[in-house]
Structure formats: C-alpha cells, structure tokens
C-alpha cells in the first residue's frame, strides 16, 4: 500500500469516509512514525522504554486483526517484517553503550562525559548509530534507543548503589 492509497482514508474531507477504515489508517500511521522514531523518544530513557518486544508483540496482534478485519493487512505485514532488523539494532546500541563503559572505565575523564546524558545522547549514541547504521535512519534511532537504555540502566543502577 502507498501513502496516497493510506492518505485516502485519512482525508477528513470525503464525505463517505467511514470511521473504521480512518481509525485503521490512523494506527498504521502511528505505528510507522513511531518505528522511524526508534519507538519513542530517548531523550530521557527509563526502564518503560518502548521495546523491540513491545513492538513485536503488538504488530502481531495488529496482522491477526488485519487479516480478521480485510483492513491494511499489506502495511500491517510490512511493518511486522521489520522487528528482526529493530531488534538487532537494539541490541546492537546497547553493546555499543556497553563497549563505551569498558573503555570509558579506564578514563576517568570520558567516564564523566559518559555519565552525562545529553553529552552521552549526542556525543556517543548519536554518532556510533551513525556509524553502525550509516544509511537508515530509522535503524540509527532503535540503535540510540537500545543504548540510551542501557545507559540508564547503567547509570540509574550506580546511583542505586552510591543512596
């Protein structure tokens, strides 16, 4: 399915629309933008993170239901397809976060740059997803995201111990 055939049942302005189909179009929008965002923001990760399980989860539910409903069943397969390469992208930032750390812990300097989240956000995540994924951008985000987990893991676990 293209985007013109799903801004289709969209468009506010035809008079037949029926509410289903744009309640449908709606959620297979939602998902899509939220998969190209890496499924959420990583401005400020925490243990509530949107997973590459969520996701898989989810859109499983989401084929059955298309299959059942005869609603986008082409778009919903599509973005199910995907998961394998979200998760191992994932996975892939929070071994990059986790190679980060083991170097870092032998530089107190970049330990502290490190422990920072808006430097660790831009100055780390940012650019090894670049460098791991440098042609997807929907794959550099799971990959930041999968890695500013790991860092507030890391990180939320130490402060954790230090209370």
Not at 69 to 81: A, I
């Amino acid at each position: 399915m293209t985007s013109d055939h799903l801004q289709h049942y969209l468009d506010l302005r035809r008079p037949d629309i029926e509410p289903e189909w744009f309640a449908a179009a709606v959620a297979v929008q939602y998902i899509r933008r939220l998969i190209a965002a890496g499924g959420g923001s990583v401005e400020w990760p925490d243990e509530k993170a949107l997973s590459p399980h969520h996701l898989q989860a989810f859109l499983a539910r989401a084929v059955e239901t298309a299959h059942r409903t005869k609603r986008f069943e082409q778009e919903w397969s599509r973005l199910h397809q995907l998961v394998p390469q979200i998760r191992a992208a994932w996975e892939r930032g929070q071994a990059l976060f986790q190679d980060d750390v083991v170097r870092a812990t032998s530089n107190h300097e970049e330990m502290e740059y490190l422990a920072h989240i808006d430097f660790a956000k831009s100055c780390y995540a940012e650019a090894r997803a670049r460098k791991a994924y440098p042609h997807d951008r929907v794959l550099q985000a799971w990959a930041k995201g999968g890695y500013m987990l790991a860092w507030w893991l890391h990180f939320s676990a130490s402060e954790d111990v230090s209370d």
